[in-house]
């Protein structure tokens, strides 16, 4: 009777939590997960709810349990299975390193100009002359610009940081599934995100996406240990967590803050309004965080520090809203203005008179890429090109849509699983009853790798404007999703093993040929693609056997899951491959491999200097302080990373910025700061400004360098 009230009164305690087993258990036994405790059965426990300690965080058994068995101390099986896995990846992360080049040159010229002041550090100022900043909050630069500190300014130092970065998410990632799912769905979820292309193509390069990436997966740790503890300083850590992600990519860093906040406020044990109160201060914290660094921009008077790129009033705040917000989502409201750094050159024909809009053209002495090669990171006979629909960067990314993902040019990038992941979050819905909180792995995981994904795929199925190195975004809760499907079909073969071994052939199988559809429309139709096939082949055999119980235990089960992931691993993984080994000189875009039929694995290789020209400016220029005027930082970043001297960057990165107008310039002229304007036919805010007809009037034409060789040089030191 004594034992009944105290029953009694733990389930009416509020701090109590309740499980409930998945729907797949068995009445009589509960789902085996081969843990080490699997054996300790309690028959009332299929009857009756069990209650624990609001404290009491679920761990469950591993559910294979030899992959956490001590070999040596703090060595099992599946720590050195990660350790030749990560092996692996940093062999692709640094071979072939002079395929990087000067990585993306607008930063790397960043980078070059930080290091020459500490102005220019602060602003992220463009170019050593402080005349623009980069279009980007500093911290992720302010990495690269610490290890170009010790290494030097050149592609590999400044991309370190993010292949460092994109190898340590690799074990975190780890972490972070084994955590609830045990140390094989660990490995699983490690594997697909090591061998997804797209993270290998933006990790050896200088945008910042790897850092943010790592950061966030730092987030999702902490807000897993909020959830599990209910301490609200795990809450707090995740949001300051995130806002130091907004100062390395901006918006982008939200993507997966609703996924992080449900998880806390559905799955932690606390009070609805302790959690609502939790969640209210983290996200001040998040918003002083996010926001300290522009409003100390925006603070400081604009004649004491550079015009801030991109931005239509000189305002990062601005930036943040237009330029890097609703412009990505709806596209359209800067009208014909390049979309930042890493755009590529605008569509359509140039305007009478002008030169063509292709920054290959400036300096085609120098350039790198032959000229009858595709720069377009596409197949060069794959589907056809959607930019008549006029969206922005549609050869890149396609038009909106779901099916974008799915197709030609996006889904080579990261979707190579994404019906298998989509089959893991089905999974997950019907692992567990509803239980408030939240307190099935099941659902937890649906909350946060499942609202994470969805997030992403909403977005980018919606987005106007957006770049395919974008989608290393999808490449965590995808490759969570896919361990969570793998987690639950083991769990239910141990109770029906039939429609376990059945849904597993069905979804892999599915993905296989999805797999094979998406590789030919990239120009792959070899007989090599028989061999995911072959290897799916040989993993259902093994299944066969193991469903007739031709194995003991769970071994042969375990083999039939670890095969079946192989063959889903087998295409994106040459796939990754081949973007690192392919030839790529200089690229500004990552993406992955091309295809067959293509050129370089990204988009619009960066042209050479003019070696005559680069010779003539220094040689005229010993006492003035710019090197030379130039219409966007594409023309002026090659000049920046050859001399270390000031480039004035008239129209910001672009060629759309009115960084200055032709007051500015005669100025600067009649001050001696400045004598040789290169006027490449490229950009419109400066020629709103009147600089073009302020050149024609005051300054004569240089005759060696003339519009045949990709642009004009103006002497303003002498009259026409």
Not at 359 to 372: I, K, M, W
């Amino acid at each position: 009777m004594q034992q009944s009230n105290n029953q009694q009164s733990k389930i009416n305690n509020p701090k109590s939590i309740t499980f409930v087993y998945p729907f797949f258990t068995s009445p009589s036994r509960p789902a085996n997960t081969g843990g080490v405790h699997s054996s300790q059965y309690n028959p009332t426990l299929s009857h009756a709810p069990m209650t624990v300690s609001a404290r009491l965080v679920p761990q469950p058994a591993p559910a294979v349990p030899w992959l956490d068995r001590r070999l040596l101390p703090g060595v099992t099986p599946a720590r050195l299975i990660l350790l030749a896995l990560l092996l692996v990846s940093a062999g692709l992360h640094f071979t072939h390193l002079d395929a990087i080049g000067d990585a993306n040159r607008y930063y790397t010229a960043a980078v070059n100009a930080m290091l020459q002041s500490w102005d220019n550090f602060f602003f992220v100022a463009a170019e050593p002359g402080g005349s623009v900043s980069v279009d980007k909050p500093p911290l992720g630069l302010w990495v690269e610009a610490a290890f170009a500190a010790v290494f030097g300014v050149n592609g590999v130092a400044v991309s370190l940081p993010n292949m460092l970065a994109g190898l340590a998410c690799i074990p975190l990632m780890y972490a972070l599934v084994k955590r609830w799912y045990g140390p094989g769905a660990g490995l699983a979820a490690a594997a697909v995100l090591a061998f997804t292309p797209i993270l290998l193509a933006t990790d050896r390069n200088n945008t910042m996406d790897s850092q943010l990436l790592f950061v966030l997966l730092l987030a999702a740790w902490a807000f897993i240990k909020a959830t599990e503890t209910g301490q609200s300083r795990y809450v707090y850590l995740g949001a300051l967590l995130v806002g130091l992600g907004f100062n390395i990519k901006m918006l982008q860093a939200f993507l997966p803050l609703p996924a992080f906040y449900a998880l806390y406020f559905f799955g932690a044990a606390r009070k609805w309004w302790h959690k609502g109160l939790h969640l209210g201060a983290a996200t001040g914290l998040l918003l002083v965080v996010s926001l300290a660094w522009p409003i100390a921009v925006d603070l400081t008077p604009a004649d004491q520090r550079p015009y801030v790129g991109s931005s239509t009033d000189n305002t990062v705040m601005e930036l943040i809203i237009g330029h890097n917000g609703l412009n990505r989502l709806v596209g359209g409201l800067r009208g014909n203005r390049a979309a930042g750094p890493d755009a590529g050159p605008p569509q359509g024909p140039p305007p009478p008179g002008q030169p063509p809009n292709n920054p290959q053209l400036t300096t085609p002495r120098g350039g790198d890429v032959p000229p009858n090669r595709p720069q377009t990171g596409g197949p060069a006979n794959g589907p056809a090109n959607p930019q008549a629909a006029g969206v922005p960067f549609s050869f890149e990314t396609g038009v909106p849509g779901v099916e974008r993902l799915f197709v030609a040019p996006l889904g080579k990038e990261a979707s190579w699983l994404l019906p298998f992941g989509l089959l893991g979050l089905v999974a997950a819905v019907f692992a567990a009853r509803p239980a408030w909180p939240v307190t099935s792995p099941a659902q937890r995981g649906l909350l946060l790798w499942g609202g994470w994904l969805v997030t992403c795929l909403a977005f980018f199925s919606m987005a106007e404007l957006f770049h395919a190195y974008y989608m290393i975004m999808l490449a965590p809760p995808l490759a969570a999703a896919v361990a969570l499907g793998l987690y639950q079909l083991w769990r239910l073969s141990a109770v029906r093993p039939l429609l376990a071994g059945l849904v597993l052939g069905l979804g892999a199988l599915a993905t296989l040929g999805f797999q094979i559809w998406l590789a030919g429309q990239y120009g792959l139709t070899s007989l090599w693609l028989l061999t995911p096939l072959a290897v799916f082949g040989l993993a259902m055999l093994v299944g066969a056997l193991a469903a007739l119980h031709v194995f003991k235990g769970r071994g042969g089960w375990a083999a039939f899951f670890a095969l079946t992931l192989a063959s889903l691993l087998l295409l994106p993984g040459y796939w990754t491959v081949k973007t690192v080994v392919s030839d790529s000189a200089n690229i500004n875009l990552p993406a992955a491999y091309g295809g067959e039929n293509s050129g370089p694995g990204g988009r619009f290789a960066n042209p050479g200097v003019d070696e005559d020209l680069l010779a003539y400016l220094e040689a005229n220029t010993t006492n003035t302080r710019y090197l030379v005027a130039v219409t966007s930082a594409q023309v002026g970043a090659p000049f920046v990373l050859a001399t270390s001297r000031p480039v004035l960057y008239m129209g910001g990165f672009s060629g759309g910025d009115p960084v200055v107008d032709a007051a500015d310039i005669a100025a600067l002229v009649a001050d001696g700061e400045l004598r040789f304007v290169y006027y490449d036919g490229e950009g419109r805010g400066y020629r709103r400004n009147g600089v073009d007809e302020w050149l024609e009037a005051h300054c004569a034409i240089v005759p060696p360098f003339r519009a045949d060789r990709g642009g004009v040089l103006y002497d303003c030191a002498a009259a026409p």
